[in-house]
């Protein structure tokens, strides 16, 4: 087990108003690495207390050696223990306080890199010793004065061998559960962190846990430190070692009540523990994240003293104003309680993210000098913002370029979510489109749900459509793509984006064109069209009577001899004449309309017959032949006689 140094003699207990951290060890052999003792470098004391402690290695290579003689007998190993040594102290109104030296022990034998844990607790505080049942835990009190812990054999990453390089951490919690002290021991090397063992102080239920605590300006009861270190030293009973080869980097650090932040003001060896290292050489390093760091390799020992100070380092303090926070600083991630982080970190500049969860709030850098506290307030909110377009076809694409990151979309809205802020943006060209005036580009002002509008138009070209064969003042129309262009004049022009349309044309009743239905290219330049017309003819058609009529259409003969005819002519009045011999001449105007099928039968009707034979008429004498002259004589000899028929009566007798 560790060991506890001997008390210091009583004029040195209290040299000063602040402690001298120099009183155990002016030299190697000493417990080598990191420690707070609560004085900076120009002697100034200063006191703290946390809840935990963490102590981190990153081993590259590592071996060492003990050789002493005791009671005749030589010993030699080649063990070593790493140490996070802390006083937990207790404190009651009216009581001087009770302070316990905390120890998680790391033990690595060198030749196979075998690793084992344990944990001793001490009493600090006047009259020291441990009573029977002052600790509960998975442990026990051995002879009265230690309290001691190993692990299970069952518990990941004891008793293991590690292969290089290789991480290993120690870790010592206090909290208070149910007004009963209790302090927490734990490591990781690989396996996870593994919690072997939770004591209690049940007696304590009267009294207030103050946690850890760094003192500066007294020494504990019995005259040690108020101190925490991290440090390398020999495997136990007060033995020191050698260091024969070494490369390696320690870290300590303690929990702020936001997060683990490196010690301000380091030494590179420790006070309160016996054993110690020789032929250690130690020297201050940041890590590539800037956590300050102690080097330590093989070679002349090196002077006991700071590793660093607290001018050396900068300290960032990061408030996040969201209520779920983590910030990543390179490749170190920070989970942020109470949305704030405090970080002991080497002068430099740093990438800082800050995340809402698992959404990114808010990126930067920051530059930190040596001795600077900088604080800054990160986090932005988050808006949606809509960047709408109109004019495009539904399945066209287009696109927005924010930053260096392009969004695309085929319909009508891009919707992007942004931190308030300005943003400079760039609409990307879309073939055969373009957007009025500058459009392509510009800045949006974010500070609440935004809206930004886009309306696209096409590239257009000139048609010109040129009718032939129509006369001016004729009406006639071209329909494309929904529109209809009319005139009456000779030229319809208008205008069309690329691609390939279906045209009608129309035209006044009496024209139609050649082709009123066909299709037309628009590719990038002006398109002219000529569209023939022709008249819109009409047919007259009928039968005819007798059938060797002579039929003429406004004096033209057209076929005779022929029972039916038809006549295929342009809209108008036409004279429709029939001729025969024997015959009445058949003559009318008859008007055809465009299109239309007009139907004028012909039907002549015969002349009377006349004769020059006298013994044939009824009455000769008056003449050769039945005239007019005869039929009025004939008609008043009737009536003559008619009247004399009326006038002469016959006289009635009676018989």
Not at 49 to 61: E, K, N
Not at 403 to 412: I, K
Not at 440 to 456: A, E, I, K, N
Request: glycine share 10%.
């Amino acid at each position: 087990m560790a060991r506890a140094m001997a008390d210091p003699s009583p004029d040195s207990v209290h040299p000063s108003s602040v402690v001298n951290p120099y009183l155990d060890h002016a030299a190697q052999p000493a417990p080598m690495g990191l420690a707070d003792f609560g004085v900076t470098a120009n002697g100034t004391g200063y006191a703290y207390s946390t809840s935990a402690f963490l102590g981190t290695i990153s081993i590259q290579s590592l071996a060492a050696h003990y050789k002493f003689t005791s009671g005749g007998t030589n010993y030699y190993g080649t063990e070593i223990s790493l140490q996070l040594n802390a006083e937990l102290v207790l404190s009651h109104a009216g009581k001087a306080n009770i302070s316990y030296w905390m120890q998680d022990v790391v033990v690595i034998e060198t030749t196979t890199n075998q690793i084992a844990f344990n944990n001793n607790i001490w009493n600090f505080s006047s009259g020291g010793g441990l009573g029977t049942g002052s600790i509960v835990g998975n442990g026990s009190i051995q002879s009265g004065t230690v309290y001691v812990d190993v692990p299970s054999a069952s518990d990941p990453g004891t008793d293991v061998f590690l292969h290089y390089p290789a991480n290993v951490s120690a870790e010592m919690v206090a909290s208070t559960v149910g007004g009963v002290p209790h302090v927490g021991f734990a490591y990781n090397d690989g396996f996870g962190w593994v919690i072997y063992d939770n004591v209690s102080l049940p007696w304590a239920t009267a009294w207030s846990c103050d946690g850890f605590v760094v003192d500066g300006f007294a020494y504990a009861p019995i005259g040690v430190y108020y101190d925490v270190e991290w440090v390398e030293g020999g495997p136990g009973n007060g033995v020191s070692d050698t260091q024969d080869k070494g490369n390696f980097t320690m870290g300590l650090e303690y929990w702020n009540g936001h997060n683990f932040q490196a010690i301000e003001n380091a030494y590179n060896f420790g006070g309160n523990t016996a054993e110690g290292m020789q032929s250690v050489v130690t020297a201050y390093v940041p890590a590539k994240d800037g956590v300050p760091l102690a080097h330590d390799t093989a070679g002349t020992s090196s002077h006991l003293g700071m590793l660093y100070t607290r001018s050396d380092v900068a300290v960032l303090n990061v408030s996040s104003i969201y209520a779920e926070s983590n910030l990543t600083i390179g490749s170190d991630h920070y989970r942020m309680v109470g949305r704030e982080v405090n970080l002991t970190l080497a002068p430099g500049t740093y990438t800082l993210s800050l995340y809402n969860g698992s959404t990114l709030g808010d990126h930067r850098s920051v530059t930190l000098t040596a001795g600077e506290y900088l604080a800054i307030t990160m986090g932005h909110l988050y808006y949606p913002t809509w960047f709408n377009e109109s004019g495009l076809p539904a399945s066209l694409l287009w696109s927005v370029l924010l930053g260096n990151q392009t969004y695309t979309s085929s319909n009508g809205s891009i919707q992007v979510v942004l931190w308030e802020g300005t943003y400079a943006y760039s609409i990307t060209e879309v073939a055969g489109y373009y957007l009025p005036g500058s459009e392509y580009s510009g800045t949006v002002d974010v500070s609440g749900p935004t809206r930004l509008s886009f309306t696209w138009a096409p590239f257009v070209y000139p048609v010109s459509a040129a009718s032939v064969g129509l006369p001016i003042g004729v009406p006639w129309s071209l329909g494309i793509e929904n529109s209809t262009y009319a005139s009456t004049n000779d030229t319809i022009t208008f205008s069309l984006p690329n691609g390939t349309y279906t045209y009608t044309v129309t035209a006044d009743y009496r024209f139609k064109a050649t082709d009123p239905t066909d299709l037309l290219t628009v590719a990038g330049q002006a398109v002219s069209l000529g569209i023939p017309f022709v008249p819109r003819y009409a047919t007259l058609s009928g039968t005819v009577r007798p059938s060797m009529a002579t039929i003429s259409i406004n004096g033209v003969d057209t076929e005779s001899g022929e029972p039916n005819y038809i006549v295929v002519a342009e809209a108008g009045t036409y004279e429709v004449m029939a001729t025969l011999s024997g015959y009445r001449t058949f003559d009318k105007n008859v008007t055809l309309t465009p299109g239309n099928a007009t139907v004028q039968n012909v039907v002549l009707d015969p002349l009377p017959a006349t004769t020059s034979n006298a013994s044939s008429a009824p009455f000769p004498w008056l003449g050769g032949g039945w005239s007019t002259l005869d039929t009025l004589v004939v008609a008043a000899v009737f009536a003559v006689a008619v009247m004399f028929g009326l006038l002469w009566k016959r006289p009635w007798r009676k018989g």
